[in-house]
């Protein structure tokens, strides 16, 4: 089983940046594909960004593209979230989820294929 805690999350101004970051341990990161999710209020989870085990290949939603980096360090068994030009709309919790996969090529995009998430981190944006 793999554990999953998020951080990096807080109160910006529009058009301000944070970096979120997303811990893994118990079972070798490497092995797993990874993803960002949010949830804003009232609204269904979404999609943000995807890596794949090695970092080789990644994926953004159009939402955020541009704007959002996603990106992975398998010696520290942590993934980040760079997320630059911030809007409100950017507002909610922002959730790590882990994918196990034979495939190192592979990224994942729907919240249903990943095996482990975490407890999330609110990031909200003031206009």
């Known amino acids: 089983q793999v554990q999953l805690v998020e951080s990096g999350g807080g109160l910006v101004q529009a058009g301000g940046s944070l970096r979120l970051s997303c811990a893994a341990s118990g079972r070798t990161f490497s092995n797993y594909a990874m993803g960002w999710f949010r949830q804003a209020p009232g609204k269904e989870r979404e999609f943000v960004g995807a890596?794949?085990?090695?970092?080789?290949?990644?994926g953004h939603a159009d939402s955020v593209k541009g704007r959002f980096t996603i990106s992975r360090d398998n010696a520290k068994n942590t993934m980040y979230l760079r997320m630059n030009s911030l809007k409100p709309e950017d507002t909610a919790i922002y959730y790590c989820?882990?994918?196990?996969?034979?495939?190192?090529?592979?990224?994942?995009?729907?919240?249903?294929?990943?095996?482990?998430w975490g407890q999330g981190t609110q990031v909200t944006v003031s206009s």
């Open positions: 890596i794949s085990r090695r970092g080789g290949t990644t």
């Open positions: 989820a882990a994918k196990s996969t034979d495939s190192t090529g592979t990224i994942y995009s729907s919240g249903y294929q990943y095996d482990y």
